[in-house]
């Protein structure tokens, strides 16, 4: 088994010491910081299925949940090294919130890292937004990108009241929106109405400049 599958598993196994202690040294001894956030990633994945099957409970999505925030500001600063992010000139503005009743924001707080590593301007509005929220700040900050985050079922129905909302104010032409969580699909992504989804934040990216090249 690789190293960093043996890092999913001690996550998956809820052995924090030991994932902690792997992920510094995998992170010291130049394992690529994209592929030790990968395996936080894929350790999430298996605990919400484990969760599903009645495998795990409440206390194992809030012990890997914390492993996962913890093991991000380990990994934080050697994603600038990595090569994840090449700080350029500030490129786009984006706003970045988790929608309301919703307040998963590992992904979100993610992203908004990432974003801001390559260049972003990033205005994170936090967890459970409301969409008249959003909306507003939006404005405020002359957002060219709004990035929902929801892992929800029910985060669906607000991510599609803001594509509504930017509709019937007649902005929704100079916005773009994507929307991200581990369960987006191309389905939720038209029921939405967004321009586009993702499931990571690799792919967001890359997206998001492109849009921001092409100029929106
Ligand atoms: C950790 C966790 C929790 C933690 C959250 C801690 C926190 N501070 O975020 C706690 C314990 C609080 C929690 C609570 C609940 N949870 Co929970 N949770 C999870 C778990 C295990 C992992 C989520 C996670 O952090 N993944 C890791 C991150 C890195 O991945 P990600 O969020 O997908 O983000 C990546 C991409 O999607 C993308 N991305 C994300 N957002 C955005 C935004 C933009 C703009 C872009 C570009 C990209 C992007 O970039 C990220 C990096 O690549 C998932 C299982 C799963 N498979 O997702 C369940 C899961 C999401 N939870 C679930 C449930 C049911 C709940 C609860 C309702 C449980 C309960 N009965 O109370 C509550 C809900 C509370 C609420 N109102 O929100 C279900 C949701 C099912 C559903 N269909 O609705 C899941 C799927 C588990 C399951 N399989 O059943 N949870």
New binding site residues.
Partial sequence: MKDTQLLTQAIVDMEEDKALAMTRQLLESKTNAMDVFTA??DA??E???R??KGIYF?PE??M??DM??TAMEIIKPYLDESGAGTVEKKTGRIL?ATVE????????N??STLMTLNGFEVRDLGV?VPIDRIISEAKAFNAQII???G????AFDPMKNVVERLEQEGSRDSVKV???????DDQICRYVGADAF?????A?ISL?KSWISGSI
Avoid at 151 to 154: A, D, F, N, V
Avoid at 198 to 202: E, G
């Fill in positions: 936080y990633q999430m994945a605990v919400g299925r969760f599903e409440i999505l809030v890997s949940g996962m925030k970045i009743g919703d307040i998963h924001d590992i992904g979100k993610i992203i459970d990035g929902l985050s892992l929800l079922t029910l994507i929307i991200g969580g581990g369960q987006m993702v499931t990571d934040a690799v967001g998001c």
